[in-house]
């Protein structure tokens, strides 16, 4: 089923689109960054909550279930296949011929896989659900051509100096390595992340030319409508008397030509219409002075977002570099040796 823009004013229908595209991107970092199960269960519920808040849940439930399946599924192959040594042993697979072991550990981290890919996949859904496609071209398309110094100047040291942190929190040893004083290594390292969020900031403020960003527009609002008119057309062969779903390979080819051809000419129509209402308004007529009549904004809730979310990044980082990154693990291994 495809995944559209539905209405509303939730919280997350009132967030900037460049904030929930942070989201998306954060909440993948943080699913490599976190392995612990239960912490990863917390933000998986922590988004569906968000979600049931901003779309009908029985609509978000009936796209999400089929995913269910593949993650229970990639779940297996970590409890099955996942036997560190010294891992603890619970049972055989095939008990006679003694394989495939499962072990405590295996199924810990089966448990977190599951909850690591549905975070980053629902994440996915609530951004295209709760962002209207325009608002999402918008924050990948260049908007205008002044530069801020100041508010340029202010966001490259803020990044750098969350670089700095994520540094140090990540690969202490190899800065513990550095032939120097500790003030020389803070130095190299703050200098070095500092070069790293100019580099990023001035690729992200180039942003899409206009014309990429219309493609884009287009073919957001295109997924919808196309969804919907295969429906109508299947729901129109159906009703001629067409077996959609023939067991016959080749019959089954024959209805999907049937299918195809009607579904082809009405989007090469739609296609022809769409660029002849373009030139009608005269998009091609110099389109770098062109104005937008949509601004985006960011309000004190994105701020807010936002560093929630860096927070549970950086969290997820002290946790592994104190040692206790999968404490859950932890603490069920301590209890069972106990």
Do not use: C
């Not at 559209?4 to 997350?12: M, R, V």
């Not at 899409?208 to 527009?217: D, K, N, Q």
């Not at 295969?230 to 062969?237: L, S, V």
């Not at 560093?307 to 209890?335: D, H, R, V």
């Amino acid at each position: 089923m495809a995944i559209e823009f539905q209405n509303g004013n939730s919280y997350l229908h009132r967030l900037d689109a460049r904030t929930k595209i942070m989201m998306f991107a954060i909440a993948t970092v943080v699913a490599v960054v976190i392995i612990d199960p239960v912490i990863m269960g917390i933000l998986f519920l922590l988004l569906y909550w968000m979600g049931t808040k901003a779309v009908d849940p029985q609509y978000l439930n009936k796209n999400l279930r089929v995913l269910v399946v593949i993650f229970l599924t990639f779940s297996m192959f970590q409890i099955l296949f996942f036997t560190p040594s010294n891992s603890h042993f619970l049972f055989y697979v095939v008990p006679g011929k003694q394989w495939v072991p499962v072990t405590v550990e295996g199924i810990i981290r089966g448990m977190a896989v599951f909850f690591r890919f549905f975070s980053v996949v629902l994440s996915v859904h609530l951004m295209l659900y709760s962002t209207p496609p325009v608002d999402l071209v918008l924050a990948f398309t260049r908007r205008t051509k002044t530069r801020e110094f100041l508010k340029e100047a202010t966001g490259i040291v803020l990044i750098g100096s969350l670089f700095t942190v994520i540094a140090f929190l990540t690969w202490p040893d190899r800065i513990q390595s550095i032939p120097s004083s500790f003030g020389i290594k803070v130095f190299v390292v703050t200098l070095t992340s500092l070069v790293s969020a100019f580099i990023l900031q001035r690729i992200l403020s180039k942003g899409l030319p206009p014309e990429m960003g219309v493609a884009l527009t287009l073919g957001f609002a295109t997924v919808g409508i196309l969804s919907q008119q295969t429906q109508k057309i299947t729901d129109a062969q159906k009703a001629r008397g067409y077996d959609v779903q023939p067991k016959n390979i080749i019959q089954r080819v024959r209805v999907l030509t049937a299918l195809l051809i009607p579904i082809f000419l009405a989007t090469l129509e739609r296609s022809q219409n769409i660029s002849i209402a373009i030139l009608a308004r005269g998009f091609d007529y110099n389109i770098d002075a062109r104005t937008y009549r949509r601004q985006l904004i960011f309000t004190l809730e994105d701020y807010l977002f936002f560093l929630f979310m860096i927070a549970l990044l950086l969290s997820g980082m002290a946790l592994n570099y104190f040692g206790i990154g999968n404490i859950t693990e932890q603490l069920i291994l301590t209890w069972i040796g106990n």
